[in-house]
């Protein structure tokens, strides 16, 4: 116990080496209701996460994710973070099962409260890319969790992993699951919001790399207000509007579908 609380303290005393008090003001402007942020530049927190895993590899996930912080302490979103880069680390070997490590993303993921986690730690997943039949069995389940960040997890997947051929077709069909699902919730404005702007990011994703049938999907859905409401629907168009991979027609085409 003695060795597992003096990394922890190890850890938490680097973090706070090198917060910086103007940044993380900063980031706390883009994250509202995080308040645990100690104000470390995330370039700085992957380096950092990688020297942690050298250091103490299985041990520093075995005891984060499954002891409490003493003393009933908050973990700073830092020492979160670093968590989510020590798990991405994780490679398919003689004494780690992939198996195990989708348990580990299980046994993080309720930790993820806000965007910034979330999507760093799906970018640094790359185990999705090895093993990819095996992970999209894992990852879709989360499309129809209750819980905002499950599924903004699962749609970020989508979009770094799974816009492929062997997928599009089910990813239209799972969207329109994924809106139907948060527009018939009672959950609160700011967790419908991360949902849908995953979803529309997405969607506008799947447009640049499969503009023809997205284009079709678009068309589907622009009056069927109870799969995408007008939110959802509007920002994806807004976004393919946005991207530079977008000809100038091709934009022109697409604010005309814009819903009043």
Do not use: H
């Amino acid at each position: 116990m003695k060795a597992e609380t003096e990394m922890r303290t190890v850890i938490r005393d680097t973090l706070i080496s090198m917060s910086e008090p103007d940044y993380q003001k900063f980031a706390a402007g883009l994250l509202p209701g995080v308040d645990n942020i100690l104000g470390v530049r995330l370039p700085k927190l992957r380096k950092y996460g990688k020297k942690v895993w050298k250091a103490y590899g299985m041990k520093y996930l075995e005891e984060t994710l499954e002891n409490p912080c003493n003393n009933n302490d908050i973990e700073y979103m830092e020492e979160i973070f670093l968590q989510g880069v020590v798990i991405g680390n994780l490679k398919v070997k003689e004494d780690v099962t992939l198996s195990s490590i989708q348990n580990y993303i299980k046994s993080y993921l309720p930790k993820i409260n806000n965007w910034s986690t979330c999507d760093s730690f799906c970018a640094g997943l790359k185990i999705a890319k090895e093993y990819s039949a095996q992970m999209w069995e894992f990852i879709k389940p989360y499309l129809v969790s209750t819980r905002d960040y499950d599924v903004r997890f699962a749609i970020v997947m989508i979009i770094n992993y799974y816009i492929q051929d062997d997928y599009i077709e089910e990813l239209y069909k799972l969207f329109n699951k994924v809106g139907a699902d948060w527009n018939s919730q009672s959950a609160s404005d700011q967790a419908v919001y991360y949902v849908e702007m995953a979803l529309a990011w997405a969607i506008s994703i799947c447009y640049v790399n499969y503009p023809y049938k997205t284009l079709k999907y678009l068309k589907e859905v622009k009056n069927q207000t109870e799969v995408l409401d007008d939110f959802t629907y509007n920002k994806a168009l807004q976004k393919i509007v946005e991207s530079r991979c977008v000809s100038s027609e091709e934009k022109a085409q697409i604010k005309l579908m814009k819903r009043k």
